[in-house]
């Protein structure tokens, strides 16, 4: 498939042409071959009032026509094949396995919301039947049910140019409600962005969905914030989802909450991802322990925002020796492609920070080291060595900055002294996407209860003896969490709790059958809640 290097709005392509960039090869520090066109803001315009003037249509399509036309979304994104494999990994330097498998996660995310719309269920409808013969009063007849917010701002996301993009799970799940989607694409992944955008523009209209449910503004160079602050304070745009940095984040939050008519900006942002090991777990599990930690931290060039940042143990010969072997793995690990030059800057920058912080020591790689990879030397790609530092308790709970995110390959080790420390730090550590305990069922019991109890609060998703990375899309799962790793910790941004965030209860009172949304309306298809004769039943 050929790419433009034009928006996509509303089913035409754009034609704006003042504002070229490139996106670069981050293995190569090479740009890309096309040339790329960041939207002007007419065409933002021009996006987001034509979401919004196709909005009524879209949201009363039927439940059946919107779920068919989630799956033409996944199979136009399954049908670029090989070559959508090839754009992303020019253009972020990701391994064609691990590309493969986020595009399979992209498809099977349409898949799942397509059969949540079928199903009905996520509508959460409620009924109170009305009593006319209650006295004082007559009790009114009540029936409530989600409904969709209006058109949906999404970012698109630098590590996850496929899962959490143009046909991410934001997309995927505002669709699903009813939403129309604007989304404005990521400048290191544009044609990436451009191809998934055509796919889902091409089932869109053989769905004979309105041209307005679906935008992709290319978004570079020097108008790449004046876009994003554009969409999120257009009037037509009615919520926003983010992943990305903390800053990156509550400036969009920002920006949403001072317009005139506030909305809701659902923002994905630093995690550092907790783990914390037992005693039992590090003397009878700790060389399995290390190499599954060492896998998770490296997964992608440590570009998830899932990876273990922060790793717990109490001092002990088994706790050093568990170290020691995670220090071995990073030490024999090449230099790991990142993402991008910006991203592999601020890396550096941030393993600099924590290493010149008192009672930090580095205990393997490090950035600033000399690459061992020829191909970096060469080409001046954008390359970093995996790191792991260790510290102790006292300097964990001295400094704050510790405890922040580190996007890349790096973890830092804190060493506690006793469970005592071991059980502060757990409540010391900020708002994370995910919590870790491993744990031995035999020995460690009463201490991982006690540990689970903080950690809990501070975590979206617990993991009991496992790694945090790879999110399972499923109904139970959350990604989301407290401050600083969301902006909205009752959300998820995964599962069947992802469709939540682009709509609002309503409630019926009275309302006679003929008037019923397409939801809960006795001609729904089968499988949809409904309100039949006053009782909620299944067809």
């Given at each position: ?13 754009a ?5 070229p960039?490139r ?19 007419a ?78 269920s ?32 999404v ?15 934001d ?39 309105p ?14 914030l ?45 995690s ?73 800057g ?7 920070t ?83 305990i ?5 020995i ?96």
């Open positions: 498939m050929d790419v433009t290097g034009f928006s996509i709005i509303a089913g035409s392509i034609t704006d042409r003042t504002s960039f996106s670069i090869d981050p293995a190569t520090g090479r740009n890309g071959t096309v040339e790329f066109h960041a939207a002007g803001l065409e933002v315009d021009l996006a987001c009032r034509a979401a919004a003037d196709d909005f009524d249509a879209f949201a009363s399509h039927p439940p059946q026509r919107r779920a068919d036309f989630l799956e033409r979304c996944a199979a136009g994104i399954a049908q670029l094949g090989d070559a959508l494999v090839a754009m992303v990994s020019s253009e972020t330097g990701l391994a064609a396995p691990r590309v493969a498998g986020e595009r399979d996660r992209t498809v099977n995310q349409f898949r799942f919301f397509a059969g949540l719309v079928r199903e009905g996520w509508v959460e409808a409620v009924i109170d039947r009305g009593d006319p013969a209650r006295t004082p009063l007559p009790k009114p007849d009540l029936r409530r049910m989600l409904r969709p917010l209006g058109p949906v701002a970012f698109g996301a630098s590590n996850f140019p496929l899962a959490y993009s143009a046909g991410g799970g997309t995927a799940s505002a669709l699903a409600a009813g939403c129309p989607v604007v989304v404005k694409g990521h400048p290191s992944h544009s044609g990436t962005g451009e191809m998934v955008a055509a796919a889902i523009t091409r089932a869109a209209r053989e769905s004979s969905m041209a307005g449910a679906f935008s992709y503004l290319h978004a570079g160079g020097t108008r790449e004046d876009i994003g602050r554009a969409v999120i304070t257009h009037p037509s745009i009615k919520a926003g989802g983010f992943t990305g940095s903390l800053g990156g984040g509550m400036a969009l939050a920002r920006l949403a909450a001072d317009r005139p008519d506030p909305i809701p900006v659902f923002a994905e942002m630093g550092a991802n907790p783990v914390f090991i037992l005693p039992g777990a590090a003397e009878n599990m700790g060389s399995d322990i290390a190499q599954r930690l060492h896998a998770s931290v490296t997964n992608s060039a440590g570009q998830m925002c899932t990876c273990p940042g922060l790793i717990f143990v109490i001092r002990s010969a088994a706790a050093d020796a568990l170290i020691n072997r995670l220090g071995e793995l990073m030490g024999q690990t090449e230099s790991m492609v990142m993402l991008s030059p910006r991203i592999r601020g890396f550096i920058d941030r393993v600099a924590v290493e010149s912080m008192p009672g930090v020591r580095v205990a393997a790689g490090g950035p600033h080291e000399r690459p061992k990879t020829i191909g970096e030397q060469l080409t001046g790609g954008s390359y970093a060595r995996p790191t792991l530092l260790v510290t102790d308790f006292a300097a964990f709970k001295a400094h704050h900055t510790l405890r922040e995110e580190c996007f890349g390959p790096s973890t830092l080790a804190i060493v506690c002294d006793s469970f005592e420390q071991l059980a502060e730090a757990a409540g010391l550590v900020d708002g994370s996407l995910t919590g870790t491993w744990a031995d069922p035999n460690d019991q009463d201490a991982a209860v006690k540990i689970h109890r903080s950690l809990e609060q501070r975590a979206g998703r617990m993991i009991f003896n496992g790694v945090p990375t790879g999110v399972e899309v499923a109904p139970a799962m959350v990604h989301g969490g407290p401050y600083p790793a969301t902006n909205q910790p009752h959300t998820s941004a995964v599962g069947s709790l992802a469709l939540r965030r682009w709509c609002r209860p309503v409630c019926y009172q009275n309302c006679p059958p003929w008037m019923l949304a397409p939801e809960l309306s006795d001609a729904n298809p089968r499988g949809i809640w409904r309100w039949v004769d006053g009782s909620l039943g299944r067809s």
